[in-house]
């Protein structure tokens, strides 16, 4: 399996040294983000986001499916994400990584245990039919903090997304194509995303939104999933020197405005696109009934 040779030490040390002033290569502050920008494709749920020059694309999709036996009343949601060797030398193709497992675990507790998408809203017929909602994570290209990357992107997704209408007719359940009904938005409870703290020099110096070489030569990662409420849904220190409780309190204060900020940034790109899009859709209909 191909794999990434280590930085050199001299790096490491160069790096670890510039921490010990509050400095960044990038030059950025050590709660900064670097730039984000999100893109939608043609389709609903289509969403390109690049943090930096780590840039993927997650795609969101539905399906009619049965419910599970033991939750009759709700649908399903699941999300994939399948690391290859267009996003880094270090991955291969069809051969899943820790790396893999641990990004898909914290999505999987952020977005999804966190009930960010109501699946009580995706059955169609008790213990029958109900919507099956997948996200899809591509990673184009990987330059650290693929993380928080990622489940900006799902986020993002999710509530860009629009499900075909379905109506229950005589037992029977009928799926309306977007050109016959307007299709319906996902119903999003709160808006979680994840916030990653690199640690440095035992824990001493504490990054957000780490690059490669910072994460190559950090000691070891802090995770927060919170909403803008302020309301934590996960937090997990996966390695790395112990941290104080103050320092994850203040953490938690910086995730919590990290948060807020990203979501008002979100929000912005969501209503600008699906304005376009409505402007389109009536300049179509325009169009329609000027050929009649």
Not at 42 to 58: A, C, D, I, M, N
Not at 133 to 156: E, F
Not at 159 to 184: M, N, S
Request: charged share 25%; proline share 3%.
């Amino acid at each position: 399996m191909a794999r990434e040779a280590p930085p050199a030490l001299v790096e490491q040390e160069f790096i670890l040294n510039a921490l010990k002033e509050d400095i960044r290569l990038d030059g950025r502050g050590v709660d900064q983000f670097r730039p984000l920008n999100i893109t939608f494709g043609e389709e609903y749920g289509h969403v390109k986001l690049q943090l930096g020059k780590t840039s993927l694309v997650v795609r969101i999709s539905a399906e009619v499916t049965k419910p599970r036996d033991d939750r009759p009343f709700d649908g399903l949601f699941n999300i994939a994400m399948e690391l290859s060797a267009m996003g880094s030398p270090a991955w291969e193709n069809g051969r899943s990584t820790d790396y893999e497992t641990h990004v898909t675990h914290v999505l999987d507790r952020v977005v999804r245990h966190s009930n960010a998408l109501d699946t009580e809203s995706l059955c169609i017929l008790k213990g029958v039919s109900c919507w099956s909602i997948r996200a899809d994570v591509h990673v184009l290209d990987y330059d650290g903090n693929l993380t928080d990357a990622a489940c900006i992107a799902v986020m993002t997704g999710l509530q860009h997304f629009r499900r075909p209408d379905a109506v229950v007719r005589d037992g029977q359940v009928i799926v309306y194509g977007v050109e016959e009904r307007v299709p319906v938005a996902l119903n999003i409870t709160h808006k979680p995303l994840s916030v990653s703290f690199c640690t440095f020099n035992e824990g001493h110096n504490i990054l957000v939104d780490a690059t490669r070489k910072e994460e190559q030569a950090a000691e070891g990662e802090m995770v927060i999933g919170i909403n803008n409420g302020g309301e934590v849904c996960f937090v997990s220190k996966f390695s790395g020197a112990s941290l104080d409780p103050i320092s994850v309190v203040e953490k938690t204060d910086v995730a919590l405005l990290k948060v807020k900020e990203l979501n008002t940034q979100l929000d912005k790109v969501l209503q600008a696109d699906l304005a376009k899009r409505a402007k389109l859709g009536m300049a179509d209909e325009s169009r329609a009934a000027n050929d009649r």
